[in-house]
C-alpha cells in the first residue's frame, strides 16, 4: 500500500483504486492509464513539480489533465511566486518520495502549495496516480482538494 493510498484511507474518505499493467517503454504514463482503465483522458490528472523563483527549496505543485500542458505562469500566480519552471526528474522525485510516473500529490514527503487545474470540477471522479506506475487513485476532485490543501485554478494552456 502507498503512501497515497494510506493518506487518503486514513481521512476516511471515498476512493477507490484501479491497478493496470504497466507497460515500461510508455512515455506518455497518464495516456496510457486513461487508455488501460477505459477512462476519457480528460478525467486523468498528472502530477507536476515546480521549482518557484529558481529556488529549489520553494517548490510547489501542479495537478493537469494528460490532455493538457501546464501554464507554468498561471501555476506560479496562483502560489504567490514571481516564476516557476518544471524541476528535474530527482528533485521532483527527493521532494515527493515517489518516481517520475507515478509522482502522486497525496503522501508526498514533504507538504507543498498545491494547485488542481479547475477542469477537475468539471467530473464527478478523477484519476491521480496512486504512487507507483500502473496504479491510480479515483476520487472526487473536491475531495482531493481537501486532501491536498489545494486551490483549483486555471492552470492549463
Known amino acids: 500500500m502507498t503512501p497515497a493510498i494510506l493518506s ?3 481521512a476516511g474518505l ?3 483504486t484501479h491497478e493496470y499493467q504497466h507497460d515500461p517503454a510508455t512515455s506518455s504514463y497518464g495516456l496510457e492509464a486513461a487508455a488501460a482503465l477505459q477512462v476519457e483522458p480528460t478525467r486523468v490528472f498528472k502530477t507536476l513539480i515546480l521549482t518557484l523563483d529558481g529556488d529549489v527549496k520553494r ?3 501542479g495537478i493537469v489533465p494528460v490532455t493538457q500542458q501546464l501554464d507554468v505562469k498561471a501555476l506560479a500566480k496562483a502560489v504567490g511566486a514571481k516564476k516557476a519552471e518544471m524541476a528535474d526528474a530527482k528533485q521532483a522525485e527527493r521532494i515527493t518520495g515517489y518516481l517520475v510516473g507515478g509522482i502522486s500529490p497525496l503522501g508526498q514527503k514533504r507538504k507543498l502549495p498545491t494547485v488542481l487545474d479547475d477542469s477537475a470540477l468539471n467530473f464527478e471522479t478523477i484519476f491521480v496516480s496512486a504512487g507507483r506506475r ?6 472526487c476532485p473536491t475531495t482531493l482538494m481537501e486532501l ?3 486551490d483549483a485554478v486555471a492552470i492549463c494552456r
Do not use: N, T
Open 148 to 150: 491536498c490543501q489545494a
Open 59 to 61: 517548490m510547489a505543485v
Open 8 to 10: 487518503v484511507r486514513k
Open 14 to 16: 471515498r476512493f477507490q
Open 134 to 139: 500502473g496504479l491510480e487513485i479515483e476520487l
